[in-house]
């Protein structure tokens, strides 16, 4: 098959979507298909690449689109169209495109709009459930309209008075961008000081925040693919937290897979999961966070309806549990994904 592996963005988690990306298109070329590389929004130069028998050389491709990063970053490239050119004209000529995009203008639903729009076969989850998994305080209230277990939280609009006597809550909290990914924008208060920079800092980042109750325990990755649930990784930090850095970093992390749970453990585990998938409307591949307290509740935090797919990721691991390798990963998403369309 023609498929477009489309990675970059201008989002905070541009480099693992790049990442990403690379390690996609190497996957599915591996497995014989033509899949190419493409930066959502710098493009590509050739629109007939499909059609092209010269050598796609991906690590060259990733050298030219990491070198373009320090101008996103400094907004030099602001007030243009997202999509670079001929992107959407390559993505009409695939047979599909496989979205290695995070965080905004890609995993918030906005690029599965327009692909809808344009009769653009893609890999995941549609507009709607892409949309409420980027948004915590969404998800959050679906999550307890739909009683799926879930931290209490507060959800405040920007202007709103956070005070933090008016919550009824305990230190310590956790303060959340409601849409930021890849653990960017969550932050720790164990007092008042630390909360009040908190959300300052937090309401930098969104219009809307969330505050969270703490709940100490171990923390699990559970990926759900094609409505089956995959075995859950339990998420161990060397130092700290499981932060941006500790997500991305090689060996910062210790992570065992198939986590180590009894019979009853995995089964809530699992229901969990797959709930909170479900009630926002996942489809074909998605990853549950979920905490196990100390005594044995478990809570889920969010659903993301794009997991990375790098070196260090979850769902790949997940899915060598069951004897999955990477390549057979990247084809089934995609063969599941056609599913969609018939």
């Known amino acids: 098959m023609n498929i477009v592996v489309l990675c970059g963005g201008l989002s905070t988690e541009r480099e693992v979507s790049i990442n990403t990306g690379a390690n996609v298109c190497q996957g599915l070329r591996n497995k014989g298909h033509n899949a190419v590389l493409v930066d959502a929004y710098f493009g590509i130069d050739d ?3 499909f ?19 320090s101008e996103i970053k400094s907004n030099t490239l602001s007030g243009r169209p997202f999509f670079g050119p001929n992107v959407l004209f390559v993505c009409q000529q695939a047979d599909i495109v496989f979205i290695a995009l995070h965080g905004k203008y890609g ?3 906005m690029v599965q709009a327009v692909f809808d729009m344009n009769c653009i076969k893609y890999t995941g989850s549609g507009p709607l459930a892409s949309g409420i998994g980027m948004d915590k305080g969404v998800t959050k209230q679906i999550f ?22 008016n919550l009824e809550m305990d230190f310590p909290v956790v303060v959340k961008a409601c849409n930021g990914g890849s653990s960017v924008g969550v932050l720790f208060a164990n ?3 630390e909360y009040n ?3 300052e800092k937090c309401f930098k980042l969104d219009n809307e925040i969330l505050v969270e109750e703490f709940i100490k325990g171990r923390e699990f990755s559970v990926g759900v693919l094609d409505g089956e649930v995959l075995p859950a990784v339990e ?10 850095e500790n997500k991305y970093e090689p060996g ?5 897979c198939p986590a180590s749970l009894t019979e009853e453990q995995k089964r809530k585990m699992q229901k969990v999961a797959k709930s909170a998938c479900s009630v926002i409307g996942c489809q074909v591949y998605a990853r549950a966070d979920v905490l196990m307290s100390a005594n044995g509740h478990m809570y889920c935090l969010e659903v993301n309806t794009l997991p990375g797919m790098t070196a260090t990721s979850l769902v790949p691991r997940e899915a060598k549990a069951i004897g999955m390798n990477f390549e057979d990963l990247c084809e089934k998403i995609v063969n599941v994904s056609l599913k969609k369309y018939e």
């Open 47 to 49: 629109p007939n690449i």
């Open 51 to 69: 059609e092209s028998t010269e050598e796609y050389d991906l690590k060259m491709e990733k050298i030219k689109i990491d070198s373009m990063t």
């Open 107 to 109: 995993e918030d639903g």
């Open 144 to 165: 307890m309209s739909q009683n799926v277990p879930t931290p209490k939280s507060v959800w405040f609009k920007r202007g709103a008075d956070t005070n933090f006597e």
């Open 191 to 193: 007092d008042k000081f």
């Open 197 to 199: 920079d908190a959300v």
């Open 235 to 244: 998420i161990i930090p060397k130092d700290g937290w499981y932060d941006y």
């Open 252 to 256: 910062a992390t210790e992570e065992i």
